[in-house]
């Protein structure tokens, strides 16, 4: 015997991060955690707690258990964690220049950071790709363990990119400037008063903790967009029997956000009525409450085995949208006899 759903939803919309999708409850922004690294926002793992590409993380498991990286101009970089405010810290690679930061928000600040180099009998300087000095620093005489031995300095000012010189300061033979050398941006934390290297850095050191900064009002190299203007709270629309305030509006008027356009129909019955559409769905709108952050929705029903509907098995998407279906303020029913009926999550499978 056929049978068939009936469902009174009411979606609720994204006024502010506060309303999370079902996806939070699995993952808190800021609280996500790979390996032993609590991800700081405005990084994630999941998609809704990261806004742009440069702040997604990603947690592979390596050799070493499970390792969080974040991908800067094609190199990925591991995340260590954070220990001051709008500031990480990464693996920096060692060599004769480092990651190249431009064309995004992140930069190297000289306020977490120091110049180091490994080696001795050289002046080890850095410069910004501009050809500006940023600092430098004279590694000892040549002697024993000078494999060990190096210096540091601090850096005079930010900077995306640079490169690394280095000069023989004590010649003693055809071969000076052949000695093994490096040089690396590292983090002040692990700067010693009574060494010259942080700690466990030696010349087979392949990567070292650096501080990476960001401008929070990056927007790429197209520039940044004008806002919406000021938004006015207080205005309100009406369409049929529906009150609308923000961030709802008739689509007449000019409003940026497509989620939260209206479309006030004539319906065939005479009097108009409110759509808004959803992945191609029209939904007739059937209340609005800004107070509760809802829109209350004329719903369509899943029909299994009907043959009057083609329509079985279906539901609403939301996937890719502001909207999600509150556990608090709706409830799963069926019409029919004989079923076990369940509802799953269409992305983690779970029963809901």
């Known amino acids: 015997m056929g049978f068939q759903l009936w469902f009174y939803f009411i979606i609720l919309f994204l006024l502010c991060p506060i309303l999370q999708s079902t996806e939070s409850q699995q993952a808190i922004c800021g609280e996500e955690v790979c390996g032993n690294v609590t991800i700081p926002s405005p990084f994630g793992i999941h998609s809704r707690c990261y806004s742009r590409s440069w702040f997604r993380v990603s947690c592979?498991?390596?050799?070493?258990?499970?390792?969080?990286?974040?991908?800067?101009?094609?190199?990925?970089?591991?995340?260590?964690?954070?220990?001051?405010?709008?500031?990480?810290?990464?693996?920096?690679?060692?060599?004769?220049?480092?990651?190249?930061l431009t064309g995004t928000p992140f930069f190297f600040s000289s306020d977490y950071n120091y110049f180091g180099s490994v080696g001795c009998g050289n002046l080890a300087t850095i410069f910004s790709n501009e050809a500006d000095p940023l600092g430098g620093c004279i590694q000892p005489i040549c002697g024993d363990g000078a494999s060990e031995s190096g210096c540091n300095n601090r850096i005079s000012g930010n900077f995306t990119s640079n490169v690394v010189n280095m000069t023989a300061m004590y010649p003693t033979g055809k071969d000076d400037d052949k000695r093994c050398a490096s040089a690396f941006i590292f983090s002040r934390l692990y700067f010693?008063?009574?060494?010259?290297?942080?700690?466990?850095?030696?010349?087979?050191?392949?990567?070292?903790p650096a501080t990476l900064s960001w401008n929070s009002t990056y927007c790429g190299d197209a520039g940044c967009e004008l806002g919406p203007g000021p938004i006015n709270?207080?205005?309100?629309?009406?369409?049929?029997?529906?009150?609308?305030?923000?961030?709802?509006?008739?689509?007449?008027?000019?409003?940026h956000n497509g989620w939260f356009r209206v479309i006030c129909n004539k319906t065939s019955n005479g009097p108009k009525m409110p759509f808004f559409n959803i992945n191609g769905i029209n939904l007739e709108i059937l209340d609005f409450s800004f107070l509760y952050g809802n829109v209350v929705v004329n719903h369509s029903i899943t029909y299994f085995n009907c043959r009057q509907n083609n329509n079985d098995g279906m539901s609403l998407n939301l996937t890719g949208t502001p909207f999600y279906y509150s556990d608090f303020d709706n409830v799963f029913w069926s019409s029919g006899c004989g079923n076990l009926i369940t509802a799953f999550d269409n992305e983690k499978g779970y029963l809901v």
């Not at 258990?65 to 990480?88: A, H, M, R, V, Y």
């Not at 290297?197 to 050191?205: A, C, M, N, Q, V």
């Not at 205005?235 to 000019?254: A, R």
């Open 60 to 100: 592979r498991q390596t050799h070493k258990g499970e390792k969080p990286f974040i991908s800067i101009n094609d190199i990925d970089l591991e995340l260590l964690g954070s220990l001051f405010q709008d500031t990480i810290l990464i693996k920096n690679p060692v060599g004769s220049s480092t990651v190249n």
């Open 192 to 208: 010693r008063e009574d060494y010259p290297l942080p700690i466990g850095i030696h010349i087979e050191t392949t990567h070292v």
């Open 233 to 255: 709270f207080s205005s309100e629309d009406s369409c049929g029997n529906v009150t609308f305030q923000y961030p709802f509006e008739i689509i007449h008027q000019h409003y």
